[in-house]
């Protein structure tokens, strides 16, 4: 059932059976770039889950919930709007990070069906969800700033590091913007499984239905949950500020 449709997101209830299920479909062009409409209409659907979930009777509450988010094509996501980003600055990066944290931290298990290429912001926003599906036969999770000579803001630099645990991947993540296959996400540990295109959604909803169960009454246990467990992601996302590095200079 159609719930939301915003220019450049749809958000969806797959079975009417568990009203507290939401099904986020990015729709911003082929490569589902990060701008500051974009981060904006994530925000409103996420508004939107918000109010619903407090709304739904009790009864139905104590199913639980999960929220899915998936696109179609060739990109998951390509990143950011960089041009916009450089242009706009503090400006575009600080609604950009709000929005990770809210994610990370947001009150339903939440699901990344990961259909075609997750770049930089992408892979970001992909590493801000509980899991991870993604697609074994197309597409690559990667953190490619080192190669377009731009370096991460403290947030953002925080959300991959807490995700991607294994000093290898990591280095090799952030240090060689090497592009993982989903095989190979799978063994560094930030994946949870790669399956075929055929397969992504239905997988992507077994894992929700299976999280929806620790969600029950809809409360904001989950939420709270998740700010302690990423607190020390969440206070550079929020209070990093913009500058790389800017920690070390009394330092040195």
């Known amino acids: 059932m159609s719930l939301v449709n915003l220019p450049l997101i749809k958000l969806s209830n797959p079975d009417a059976s568990l009203p507290g299920l939401f099904l986020m479909e990015l729709n911003n062009g082929a490569e589902n770039r990060f701008t500051i409409q974009f981060v904006s209409e994530i925000m409103q659907a996420l508004d939107y889950i918000d109010q619903a979930l407090d709304n739904i009777p009790e009864e139905e509450a104590q199913k639980g919930g999960a929220l899915i988010t998936t696109s179609q094509g060739k990109f998951y996501s390509n990143g950011l709007a960089i041009e916009a980003a450089m242009r706009d600055g503090d400006a575009f990066y600080i609604p950009f990070m709000a929005m990770l944290t809210r994610l990370l931290t947001f009150r339903l298990p939440t699901v990344a069906a990961i259909n075609g290429h997750a770049f930089a912001g992408g892979c970001m926003f992909a590493l801000a969800h509980d899991v991870r599906v993604m697609r074994s036969d197309r597409g690559w999770i990667a953190m490619n700033e080192i190669d ?18 294994q000093p290898s991947y990591l280095r090799d993540c952030v240090l060689a913007g090497q592009r993982f296959k989903a095989s190979d996400a799978v063994a560094g540990g930030f994946v949870d499984k790669a399956v075929s295109e055929d397969q ?23 939420h709270l949950l998740k700010a302690e467990m990423y607190r020390d992601t969440v206070e550079l996302l929020l209070n990093g500020g913009t500058s790389p590095g800017s920690y070390m200079q009394a330092k040195l």
């Open 200 to 222: 992504l959604r239905d997988t992507a909803m077994y894992f929700a239905k299976q999280m929806a169960q620790k969600a029950r009454g809809l409360n904001q246990v989950v």
């Open 148 to 165: 377009l000579g731009i370096p991460l803001m403290p947030g953002m630099a925080a959300i991959v590091r807490c995700k991607i645990n």
